[in-house]
């Protein structure tokens, strides 16, 4: 079965250099989720899209932007980085409805080193 | 505001010993519960999950939970550990609602000795 897809997996970056991150959710899955996993940290939710809308904010910071395209891909657009953005960036989808269709299916994430 | 608390920050047992990973969720309303498990270096992966009906849900590898309503907990057990389990644990939950972020809990670092 298709699953989650992110790139690029791996990314090195330099201080106050930009970043673009791209997710391509499961066919079908109309809805994803980004989230920041830094280093033995648990997964903290940034952003969400829904039919190409935001739906929902958490602590992303002003520095990234994120949107959904026609297709449903998201992309999470990281400027002047930070040696704290270093992290594992997961992006997840679900096809958007209430209870089982909740269910959050996730990509294998992009690694980001920021130096 | 949803919240999941692991009690268990880092546990270690010798293989074949019994497992239980304690979870408590605190949230109002209807949710959806889940576990998830990241071995080292990995992505997360689904154990188990839970969003209605029997409250005792099996999961892959021996896995099982059981959500407890009235204590808002949702422990994960499994009867005997392998080495290969070792890796981090996490509880999450997220609300029965459309389109809800998960909220994790710090996670349980699981540690098996051969």
């Known amino acids: 079965a298709a699953g989650v897809i992110q790139s690029p997996r791996h990314l090195i970056k330099e201080k106050r250099e930009t970043a673009t991150l791209k997710c391509y959710p499961i066919p079908r899955h109309d809805t994803v989720y980004w989230y920041q996993q830094g280093p033995g940290q648990d997964p903290q939710f940034l952003i969400s899209f829904y039919e190409k809308m935001q739906s929902d904010k958490g602590s992303i910071p002003d520095r990234f932007s994120a949107q959904q395209f026609s297709d449903y891909h998201s992309e999470l657009n990281m400027s002047s980085l930070e040696l704290g953005d270093s992290a594992l960036y997961f992006c997840?989808?679900?096809?958007?409805?209430?209870?089982?269709?909740?269910?959050?299916?996730f990509g294998p994430g992009t690694r980001l080193t920021v130096l | 505001a949803q919240s999941v608390s692991q009690h268990n920050h880092h546990v270690i047992l010798s293989e074949a010993a019994s497992l239980e990973l304690g979870c408590n969720y605190s949230?109002?309303?209807?949710?959806?519960l889940f576990w998830y498990v990241q071995y080292p270096g990995q992505h997360l992966q689904l154990l188990l999950k839970y969003f209605s009906g029997d409250p005792l849900v099996k999961g892959i590898k021996g896995f099982e939970a059981e959500f407890i309503k009235s204590k808002f907990s949702f422990n994960l057990r499994k009867p005997s550990v392998q080495w290969s389990d070792t890796a981090e644990y996490f509880c999450?939950?997220?609300?029965?609602?459309?389109?809800?972020?998960?909220?994790f809990g710090s996670g349980t670092r699981l540690s098996i000795r051969p």
């Open positions: 949230y109002g309303g209807t949710v959806n």
């Open positions: 997840a989808s679900s096809l958007g409805y209430r209870g089982e269709g909740n269910e959050q299916f």
């Open positions: 999450a939950v997220n609300a029965y609602s459309s389109a809800s972020k998960i909220i």
